[in-house]
């Protein structure tokens, strides 16, 4: 085998684009002639044999020669999971007629086996500068094949994790899933999750508002990006600017801090590539809404130390409301980062974003029984409206512009010891010149316009040190940290309103427009500042126990509103690993959650209350092997409860208990088979609190929900058909229970063509969002807004 005709993977860097994903050894690095013999964590899709071993190569810093006309023809079923290199390969080559026969110099050689043909002798070391480099890329066709699957997280105090390892409910939606679903929002981004209710979208409503395990995202603290706290909740961050959107279930006051006890939203931006990328995506739906969008990265300067990341989305057109509906976007975001040495790393990135839509959305409809705007009595609603049908008058409109930046530095400063320290800051404006309607059951309705604006200021910044430890035969991982975030918010001191008219839903009518203004945010309404220190240790007792402990000091102050509260919340649990890919667990978490603010429409409108403590236990089991993850948790969460009474009086009274089972799956049954499936059962109900209250379901929550999403490729055509269900079960509107939503199930449906166009690779999409057309309600905080109605979408990407 000549040096110039094999292929090598190694370590060396350019040498070829990695695409696995790893973690850190479970042991400590050690190696001799048969190369690293510590174990180490693989997520390589299947694909030609070629190119699964040049993946691996790079990943494990192994040398790997082959001659690349042996390996032509030659499958690998990819490799998921943990092992030694040995182990490794030996996994790689089941059922293939080759052996690795280990060189002086550290790496591998392949060739025949004896069982299939002679065995030349083993060639002397292969030094690198013989071997030619290749560039590695996924196969066409091959893009979903487990690439829906990540194996590691970034969670908050806790650092970056195995999911396997972690104590808590967390789920990884990549990018190539975003893609290949065409996912335009965060509600479209998480259909996949069972434990994640969609209540408000960005077009019949003022932004994507999810809920999970029955509890909705914190307003001011639901959503990160980077682990960094945003102001989001007021208008949707553009997904095509970020690789992955992580979710982490359940309550996180030691991760993150003062936050709603649902969970957290993380966005993980996109960043710097090793090697050179060029993408450029057109899509256009049924309805004329056209995008374009560039996404542009790279290296250069001596040894590539300086890195980039450029992106560009501009969408306009007429929405799925007919006459009068109309979405307009822009958004543009830069990445850049400078290896200022091996191990010191700089990092800036900022985001802009401008989004209007008109003739659509809404603070919602509210159901009561005589459709007038002065009647706050919760009655139950008429029946679903058609998303693509137009209520609301075509002049109202909502607009929201953002600009999101954030710096941080990373210093590796001693063997198996990092720090480091990050800001993130975010400034939200929102124009909101629409309004909500006021509907009874046979559809009688009456239309109101608000007129105003309101802007949110973030800071948040955060120092974290991170090591590891031995006494004795216990390894300890551990986490010190102290963050300070300041969360400023402003609103019209005059909103100005007008009653538009009345007529039934059957024949929306057609009224005059008041021509409204929108008065600047000149009053400050809360100045909220929140402080904390906190840590942790990871006790890994043997191979097969680990121990969890951790500590955060939160103060929230106020200044605004006249409080000042300092909380300690604990979290501790215990993972106990029979196997290396089986992981039981047990937790306990407190989070403390700012007190809720009263909405416009209450007659207490932006009271802003103390905060709230919250408790939660949680139980589960992890399971993840080559070609399949499955978890299962069961958990109990207590929280405060809140509600707006009958005489439209928003308050904070009482506790509600959510009680639930999780369960999700995602597996490969075959090369060309993969599917995705998740269920939840949820009994969420008020506990104590306004005696009419107690025993009845909390509002907005169902009792169960599933969700169901496949792919599979049709052999080497380069064609991939996908499908999907998912079902929401009935909801209460209202904490009384006084009026409910049913259930509903979506399908959805797709192909995608992936190939080369002129030398470029290419994928077309093209999915159908629900299929049936289903008409439906989404419901919060006893508001409605419209359902997505079937949507065609047809988009083209092409890789330069």
Avoid: C
């Avoid at 003739?359 to 409206?385: C, K, L, M, R, Y």
């Avoid at 589960?620 to 009958?646: C, E, H, M, N």
């Avoid at 439906?776 to 092409?798: D, E, H, M, N």
């Amino acid at each position: 085998m000549a040096g110039t005709g094999a292929l090598m993977a190694s370590a060396a860097p350019g040498a070829i684009a990695q695409t696995a994903t790893t973690t850190a050894p479970v042991t400590d690095q050690a190696s001799d002639k048969t190369g690293p013999r510590s174990a180490q964590r693989f997520d390589i899709a299947p694909g030609p044999l070629d190119v699964t071993l040049a993946q691996f190569g790079a990943a494990a810093g192994v040398p790997i020669a082959i001659d690349p006309a042996m390996a032509a023809s030659m499958h690998s079923d990819g490799l998921r999971g943990t092992y030694t290199v040995p182990e490794a390969l030996r996994a790689l080559l089941s059922g293939q007629p080759l052996e690795a026969v280990a060189t002086a110099g550290g790496g591998y050689w392949l060739r025949p086996s004896a069982l299939t043909g002679p065995a030349p002798e083993v060639p002397p070391p292969l030094p690198i500068s013989m071997l030619a480099e290749v560039t590695v890329t996924a196969a066409p066709g091959a893009s979903g094949d487990d690439n829906y699957r990540a194996t590691t997280v970034d969670l908050g105090a806790m650092g970056h994790r195995a999911i396997v390892d972690l104590p808590y409910s967390v789920e990884v939606i990549t990018r190539d899933q975003l893609d290949n679903q065409q996912a335009a929002s965060l509600v479209d981004a998480l259909k996949t999750d069972a434990s994640v209710t969609p209540i408000s979208n960005n077009i019949g409503g003022l932004s994507s508002q999810i809920a999970i395990r029955g509890v909705g995202l914190d307003l001011l603290s639901g959503r990160k990006i980077d682990g960094l706290n945003i102001f989001g909740w007021s208008g949707d961050l553009p997904v095509e600017h970020f690789e992955q959107i992580q979710v982490l279930k359940g309550a996180s006051g030691f991760l993150y801090g003062f936050a709603q006890p649902g969970g957290i939203v993380n966005f993980i931006s996109k960043r710097p590539t090793d090697t050179p990328k060029r993408d450029v995506l057109t899509s256009i739906t049924d309805s004329g809404t056209m995008l374009l969008s560039g996404d542009l990265g790279g290296r250069f300067g001596t040894d590539d130390r300086f890195g980039y990341r450029v992106n560009v989305v501009g969408e306009t057109g007429d929405s799925y409301v007919k006459h009068g509906g109309r979405v307009e976007r822009g958004s543009a975001s830069l990445a850049v980062d400078w290896r200022v040495l091996p191990n010191l790393v700089w990092g800036a990135d900022v985001l802009t974003v401008n989004r209007r839509v008109t003739g659509s959305s809404s603070w919602g409809i509210f159901p009561n029984a005589s459709g007038s705007e002065t009647d706050f009595a919760v009655a139950q609603p008429p029946p679903a409206i058609p998303g693509s049908r137009r209520i609301f008058s075509p002049f109202t409109s909502y607009e929201t512009r953002a600009r999101v930046y954030g710096t941080d530095v990373s210093w590796a400063f001693a063997e198996n010891w990092k720090a480091s320290l990050r800001y993130r800051g975010s400034t939200m404006e929102r124009v909101y010149m629409n309004g909500s309607m006021f509907v009874n059951r046979v559809g009688d309705y009456t239309e109101v316009q608000y007129g105003g604006t309101d802007q949110f200021d973030t800071d948040d910044v955060q120092a974290l040190v991170t090591g590891t430890v031995h006494t004795g035969f216990i390894r300890h991982e551990l986490v010190f940290g102290t963050s300070y975030g300041r969360i400023r918010t402003y609103f019209s001191s005059v909103t100005n309103e007008a009653v538009l008219g009345t007529g039934n839903l059957a024949n929306p009518g057609s009224f005059d427009n008041p021509h409204l203004e929108a008065p600047p945010a000149d009053t400050l309404g809360s100045y909220t500042t929140q402080r904390a220190v906190f840590a942790s240790d990871t006790l890994h007792i043997g191979e097969h126990l680990d121990v969890i402990a951790g500590l955060r000091r939160n103060g929230l102050r106020d200044s605004i509103n006249g409080y000042d509260k300092t909380a300690y919340t604990p979290t501790g649990a215990v993972v106990f690993k029979p196997l290396p890919a089986l992981s039981i667990y047990g937790s306990y978490m407190e989070a403390l959650e700012q007190g809720a603010t009263a909405p416009l429409t209450a007659a207490n409108a932006q009271e802003v209350f103390a905060p709230l403590k919250t408790r939660q236990v949680e139980a589960g089991v992890k399971v993840d092997r080559q070609r399949w993850y499955a978890s299962a948790a069961v958990f109990r969460i207590q929280r405060g409860l809140t509600y707006t009474t009958a005489q439209n009086v928003f308050t904070q009274d009482g506790e509600s208990r959510y009680d639930g089972l999780e369960l999700l799956a995602k597996t490969r049954l075959t090369a060309r088979w993969q599917l995705i499936g998740s269920v939840m059962f949820l009994d969420a109900k008020n506990e104590t609190g306004d005696p009419t209250l107690a025993g009845k379901r909390v509002d907005g929550t169902p009792r169960q929900q599933a969700k169901l999403y496949t792919e599979y490729r049709l052999g080497d055509t380069g064609l991939t058909l996908t499908g999907g269900l998912q079902y929401y079960g009935a909801r209460p509107i209202d904490s009384a229970n006084t009026a409910t939503v049913p259930a509903y199930t979506l399908f959805d449906t797709g192909i995608r063509y992936e190939g080369r166009l002129g030398g470029a690779r290419t994928v077309v999409r093209f999915n159908i969002d629900n299929l049936t057309n289903k008409a439906y309600w989404l419901t919060s905080a006893s508001y409605l807004t419209q359902g997505a109605p079937r949507t065609f979408k047809l988009s083209a990407r092409i890789e330069f």
